[in-house]
Structure formats: structure tokens, C-alpha cells
């Protein structure tokens, strides 16, 4: 099973700071077959990036997809208080499994 | 619009079992595959399996495997997960999603349905 390993646990930051959250896999993912969603309390996961880099429909372009090296990124450019959530990232290649969470706080 | 909507909650004994549904409207049932995902209290995500409702092919976790079964009712674009020897491990709420393929991101999501295990 690919295990992903997401970092930091619990981010605190400002409005209008950038965030930046870290997804790393156990073993290697195709960025064609890595997703970002969002958690908010009492609701349903909602997807924000798949393919690594490309946003789920609506979703605003303060949030972007990357990869570094063997970690794969969310960021979260101009933050705003409504950003406060966990968020997942998956792997859905081999198998389906998720990270263990970020939790955003916002300041 | 696209939605998944889910029955409600439920509370069963261990070693009962249990079986939630998740009607999908506005496309075409058949197109979308349907997985399960489970978030016990305060815990993150965990995948339990998955269907495809065109086929009725199905696949799952493989710690669920025997303990959990997807099936589909094409005639209510409805698929179902039922859950058998339940034990307290497995409160959590559990959700439906669609994915367009089999290895495809999960775009739409079911509300969600609380599933308690209490003797």
C-alpha cells in the first residue's frame, strides 16, 4: 500500500499569507494520479487539484498544484479566513489511499 | 446539478450489520464510478471500495475484504454498501463519491451518513 505522508500536522497562519503543505509519497505516484481536497467541519470532502496541477472546477486560482522533487505541494496564496480546513491529499493510481491531513488554521 | 445523496444515520449493535444507500442524479449514472469512503471520529480518510455501476464489477480494501459488499440498482441510479459483523471500530461517517474512471480523482461527494456502533 503507498503510504502518503502529509506536512506540517497543523498550520498557523495570517490573512493574506501564503500557505504552503507538503504530501509525500511511500513510493512513486505519477503527478497524473494526485489529488488535493478540502475538509471542512461537518462537511464532505471537496475536491481542489487533480493531476497533481490542474484545479477542480470553481475552484478559485489562489490555489495551485506543484511538485518538488518527490513531495508534492498545495499552496494557498492570499489567504483568506474561509481557507480554514483540513486538507487531504490522494493518490488514486494504485489503488486509493489519502494522507493523513493538514489543518490549516487561519489567524 | 450533480448530487449524491445519501440515507441517514444509523445505530446498530456489534455484530449486527448495516446498509446505507447513495442516489446519484443529474448524469448519467452509468458513466461514473462509485466508491466508499469511511472518516472515523476525529480521524482522516480511509478508502473501502469501489464499483462500477455500468458493469457491477466491484473491488475493495483489502481489510474489508468479506465484511463489505457494493451493489448497485441501475433502475434508481442507486448504489448501496452493506457492512456485516460490525464492531466499534467502525463508527464513522461514511461518504460516496464519484470518480470518472477507475483511476480518477473523486469530484463529487455524498453528504455523508453517521454509522454508530453501541452495545
Excluded at chain 2, 30 to 48: F, I, K, N, S
Amino acid at each position: 500500500e503507498i503510504v502518503l505522508t502529509q506536512s506540517p500536522a497543523t498550520l498557523s497562519l495570517s490573512p493574506g499569507e501564503r500557505a504552503t503543505l507538503s504530501c509525500r509519497a511511500s513510493q512513486w505516484v505519477s503527478a497524473s494520479y494526485l489529488g488535493w481536497y478540502l475538509q471542512k467541519p461537518g462537511q464532505a470532502p471537496r475536491l481542489l487539484i487533480y493531476g497533481a496541477f490542474s484545479r477542480a472546477t470553481g475552484i478559485p486560482d489562489r490555489f495551485s498544484g506543484g511538485k518538488s522533487g518527490t513531495d508534492f505541494t498545495l499552496t494557498i496564496s492570499r489567504l483568506e479566513p474561509e481557507d480554514s480546513a483540513v486538507y487531504y491529499c490522494q493518490q488514486y493510481g494504485n489503488l486509493y489511499t489519502f494522507g493523513q491531513g493538514t489543518k490549516l488554521e487561519i489567524k | 446539478q450533480v448530487h449524491l445523496v445519501q440515507s441517514g444515520a444509523e445505530v446498530r449493535k456489534p455484530g449486527a450489520s448495516v446498509k446505507v444507500s447513495c442516489e446519484a442524479s443529474g448524469y448519467s449514472f452509468t458513466t461514473y464510478y462509485l466508491h466508499w469512503v469511511r472518516q472515523a471520529p476525529g480521524q482522516g480518510l480511509e478508502w473501502m471500495g469501489i464499483i462500477n455501476p455500468n458493469s457491477g464489477s466491484t473491488a475493495y480494501a483489502q481489510r474489508l475484504q468479506g465484511r463489505v459488499t457494493i451493489s448497485r440498482d441501475t433502475s434508481t441510479n442507486t448504489v448501496y454498501m452493506e457492512m456485516s459483523s460490525l464492531r466499534s471500530e467502525d463508527t464513522a461517517v461514511y461518504y460516496c463519491a464519484r470518480g470518472y474512471s477507475s483511476d480518477d480523482a473523486f469530484d463529487i461527494w455524498g453528504q455523508g451518513t453517521m454509522v454508530t456502533v453501541s452495545s
